[in-house]
DNA sequence: CGTATACTTGATCAATGTCAACAAGGGTGG
DNA sequence: CCACCCTTGTTGACATTGATCAAGTATACG
């Protein structure tokens, strides 16, 4: 619970809502706003597939990744399970309404975690308008992501919707590097299956589309290799 | 641009982020704050149909609807139209990225919007840490509705869909009256057919069997009658 | 090494997209 | 006021694609 931890969260990758073309593209936290937050988080280390917390219960705390994955879903009354979001590195989670959360969070891979108490860290964005602004970047950030995976998902193909999956995920790999190749991709098919909504069985054979057209190369369960990055990106962009 | 219009935007109807249980669900601006924004705001009255902005254009106002229902959208390379959102009276849009627009807003019916210049509000929020929870509010507001839309457009049957799509017009009409049966839908078959990632037929048979199931009587094109209040909810919570 | 979990592959079926023709509605001008 | 035209919406036939049910294979973990 030492200051430089918040180092993790110390620069969003975002570019907020009300800012002009000539503004830099993120809002780092000063180093008496990271100590601030330190002061008010508690360092958490959490096993892969611990529920982290249900929806429903009492939304006490915001979340943010130190390290790790996280993923947020519901469970449907058809008993299907519909994934919001996959969290990683300087993510903040614990979305809630009305006190409750509104999703589940369970950690994918052994995570590090930094628990904020949400009235601590009201007071605390009381007293910093600059802070407040950086959690509306962060948050109008997220909006931009939520939009942009509903056009995505209203494309109807499998295998369209898997490429664009292994993009975002490569995206988070390295934004910068263009020519990362090798995707990491802790998460199971069948969790793919819920992001995307798509069932489980589609998710694999979209897979073997991809590898059959030689655009990804999936080795093992959890890595994915882009054998034709232009040829991906093609795909992708044909919505 | 007088301070009283700002009585559209004084109140947002959502619940933060970062807000306890025990504490109200909307956070209203205060007089001074309302004067603060109309003093750079432009008050400006739109025909129907006509295009507010275009997307990749430079993101230079955010706007507020007072009055009027707008859509925003993105036209897919396939020829395809994917509406993003409909916005009507007390919502913000103009979401950008880099300073360009992220999508294209255009009038569906005559409206009157309230125009902010972005640097200006920038300023504003800057000073006023206040006004910049309230915004805050806003878009964590949005962000929720978009995940929430997201999981609903998990769904693959267009009559489930066309059925959350009506019940989300009524909440607008007034959320808080429960027995609202007669919901306007202003928007065209096409605009809600690039809303739910249908085709346009789907939407017409969906609609045909919302009436074959005694759920939903369409009357006209712009209005629908709910018929079964419940059967109607069943069919929404049925994901 | 064995068992449970995760994943893949196959066959069938239901549902939506697409193409096409047709009907209805709204607005304009005579 | 009516007729016309253009846009919007409806209905039908067919093909495509993913969900579902079912069986079998690979992998991870104890």
């Known amino acids: 619970m030492s200051a430089p931890v918040w180092r993790h969260v110390a620069s969003f990758n975002a570019t907020p809502f009300l800012r002009s073309a000539a503004e830099a593209a993120t809002v780092p936290f000063t180093t008496q706003q990271r100590e601030a937050l330190a002061s008010i988080a508690t360092r958490v280390r959490l096993p892969s597939r611990k529920v ?59 995570v590090t975690l930094y628990r904020l108490p949400v009235a ?36 109807r193909d499998a295998p369209g919707r898997l490429a664009m999956f292994v993009q975002r995920m490569r995206d988070h790999v390295d934004r910068s590097a ?14 793919i299956a819920g992001f995307l909504g798509l069932s489980l069985e589609s998710v694999s054979r979209a897979a073997a589309e991809l590898e059959r057209r030689g655009l990804v190369k999936f080795e093992g369960r959890h890595l994915a290799r882009i054998a034709d990055p232009d040829g991906l990106a093609a795909l992708v962009a044909a919505v």
Not at 122 to 147: I, P
Not at 178 to 191: A, E, G, H, Y
């Open 120 to 155: 601590d860290l009201m007071t605390l964005l009381k007293h910093d308008g600059e802070m407040q602004l950086a959690f509306l970047v962060k948050v109008t950030y997220e909006l931009r992501e939520s939009q942009r995976r509903a056009i995505l998902l209203n494309r």
């Open 178 to 191: 263009k020519r990362v190749q090798s995707v990491p991709l802790p998460m199971s098919r069948s969790d």
């Open 52 to 110: 982290i917390y249900r929806e429903d219960s009492a939304a006490n705390w915001i979340f943010a990744v130190a390290e790790g994955v996280v993923k947020t879903y519901r469970d449907l009354p058809s008993g299907k399970r519909s994934v919001s979001a996959f969290l990683f590195a300087r993510d903040l989670f614990g979305l809630s309404e009305h006190g409750r959360y509104l999703n589940t969070a369970q950690a994918i891979t052994q």
